[in-house]
Structure formats: C-alpha cells, structure tokens
C-alpha cells in the first residue's frame, strides 16, 4: 500500500505564492510518475503538473511559467513539490496528489488552495 498525504494549502492572495508538499511513504518500489491534480467547483479534475520517474516534467498550459514541481527521496519517503507563484483566483481549488504505480494508482485526501482578495 501506498500513503499520500499533501500539506500547504491555504489562503492567500492574487499575486501570491504557495508551496504544496506531498509525502508518499509505503511501498513504492517504482512508478511510472506523480503529479499534482486540483479540482475547482463545478469542474472536473485537473492535472497540474507531473514529474515521472525519470524526471521529465509536465505542465498544463494555464500554469506553465508559474508553477514548478519537483522531487526529493529521503529516509523511504518520496516528496513531491509544488511551488505557485504569481497565484490567480482561477488557481483556486482542492489540490491532489497522484502517483501512477505500475499496476495502481493512488490520491491523496487533497489539499485547499483559495487565492482570494
């Protein structure tokens, strides 16, 4: 089994920065990629930005320029990053980390991003 759990959300303001964690622990013994998803009300869910394996990166076209994901191992525990800069409201929804194993797929619980005035 696979844990996610993400951490960073909050409230900030248009034109801000935030910085989402995502520590995945269990048995990852590989994976094709991660990446973050977010889901906004009343729309579907979204892929951010990812980062396979290999370290190739991915980006939707409505953060690129922004957003950088990135990637750090450390005692079992693979850390996925997220920094927002230049934050805009529409970048507002429920963040969700996602590993794609070999044979799995896993979420995390999400996490809140409001980038209001």
């Known amino acids: 089994q696979v844990q996610l759990v993400e951490s960073g959300g909050g409230l900030v303001q248009p034109g801000g920065s935030l910085r989402l964690s995502c520590a995945a622990s269990?048995?990852?013994?590989?994976?094709?990629?991660m990446g973050w998803f977010r889901q906004a009300p009343g729309k579907q869910r979204e892929l951010v930005a990812a980062?396979?394996?290999?370290?190739?990166?991915?980006?939707a076209d409505s953060v690129k320029g922004r957003f950088t994901i990135s990637r750090d191992t450390a005692s079992n525990t693979v850390y996925l990053h997220l920094q927002m800069n230049s934050l805009k409201p529409e970048d507002t929804g429920v963040y969700y980390c996602n590993l794609e194993a070999i044979m799995s797929n896993y979420w995390g619980q999400g996490t809140q991003v409001t980038v209001s005035s």
């Open positions: 269990g048995s990852i013994f590989s994976y094709k990629y």
């Open positions: 980062i396979t394996s290999g370290g190739s990166t991915n980006y």
